[in-house]
């Protein structure tokens, strides 16, 4: 499912108009975003948790030339899902 097909989606779910869903969708993924970069986390009981990892730094290759080359620590948004998802995906 792409962005298009989850607006069409939502907006038949909540019976509101399709431009409603479209900002409801860029709501939520603009709250996700900002509270992500702010390193908190968002908990939805039963649906999964949205959170920062940190990435470790680390020894790399460049893999035309063999050369060895150092990667940097960074964070990584990541996604753990809940009990409910997980059982809901298994059925």
């Known amino acids: 499912m792409n962005r298009k097909e ?8 909540t019976g509101s108009t399709k431009i409603v869903a479209e900002q409801n969708i860029a709501a939520l993924i603009e709250v ?4 992500l970069a702010s ?15 940190e990435r470790a730094a680390r020894t790399g290759r460049n893999p035309k ?9 960074s ?3 990541a ?3 809940g009990a409910t ?3 809901a995906v298994n059925k």
């Open 6 to 13: 989850l607006i069409d989606a939502l907006a038949n779910k």
């Open 32 to 35: 996700i975003g900002e509270t």
């Open 39 to 53: 390193g908190d986390s968002i908990s939805l009981v039963g649906f999964g948790t949205f959170e920062v990892r």
């Open 65 to 73: 030339t063999g050369a060895e080359l150092k990667i940097a620590a």
């Open 75 to 77: 964070k990584v948004p």
């Open 79 to 81: 996604f753990k899902p």
């Open 85 to 87: 998802l997980k059982s």
